[in-house]
């Protein structure tokens, strides 16, 4: 077998053994809830200042399944705050029409 018949072999098994075969959701782990808590605090501040969508609309919006973000809203401050299994969390806040929300 030529050299590189023999990689393009190794390249497609190291491929194929990556791959998992379950079917079955993997639970968050650390960087899966640091991410979402700061994806929702950043979008939905983002639905309600800048979109200027309701609430209860932004909280549909945002929704992860399973759901393990709490959500805070302080519109005195124009920021939304987010909360995952107390640990993780992130703080998202309106500055302006041009720059829309940011993460804090």
């Known amino acids: 077998m030529s ?3 023999a990689l393009v072999v190794l390249a497609c098994a190291a491929a194929l053994s990556c791959g998992r075969g379950d079917t079955v ?5 650390n960087n899966d809830l640091q991410l979402v808590t700061s994806y929702t605090a950043k979008d939905f501040c983002s639905c309600l ?9 932004c909280r ?5 399944s399973p759901a393990v973000a ?10 939304v705050q987010t909360a995952a299994a107390l640990l993780w ?4 806040r309106f500055v302006s029409e041009r720059d829309g929300c940011v993460l804090e």
């Not at 959701?25 to 782990?29: A, E, K, N, S």
């Not at 969390?89 to 998202?92: A, P, T, V």
């Open 3 to 5: 050299p590189s018949r």
């Open 25 to 29: 959701q993997r639970p968050y782990d």
């Open 60 to 64: 549909r919006w945002t929704a992860a």
């Open 70 to 79: 709490t959500v805070t809203v302080d519109y005195k401050e124009r920021s």
């Open 49 to 57: 200042f800048v979109m200027q969508m309701s609430e209860e609309y």
């Open 89 to 92: 969390g992130e703080k998202s």
